[in-house]
């Protein structure tokens, strides 16, 4: 039910040459796809199985998303101004 919402959570990784997915959130969404080689295989699900959570804000759209980047000025900007006095 989560995922007719909120979309699947795709979790990837390699095995041999195939590189492999599943939903996170258990609701049995699976595939795979066959590379020629293990390293690429390997090379792909590292980078598809990537969370950008961190960068939330700062790549964001300018205006949709002016709010976040309003709050992460001030609070990384409080953090660098504590980090330069103590």
């Not at 990837?12 to 590379?35: E, I, L, N, P, V």
């Not at 000025?73 to 006095?85: E, K, M, N, T, V």
């Amino acid at each position: 039910m989560m995922c007719a919402i909120m979309g699947h959570r795709y979790r990837f990784s390699a095995d041999g040459a195939r590189m492999r997915w599943q939903c996170q959130r258990g609701c049995g969404a699976t595939g795979h796809k066959d590379y020629p080689t293990e390293a690429e295989a390997r090379r792909y699900a590292v980078a598809f199985d990537r969370e950008d959570r961190a960068d939330l804000g700062r790549r964001a759209p300018f205006f949709g998303m002016f709010p976040l980047r309003i709050w992460r000025r001030i609070r990384y900007g409080r953090q660098a101004q504590q980090r330069l006095i103590g």
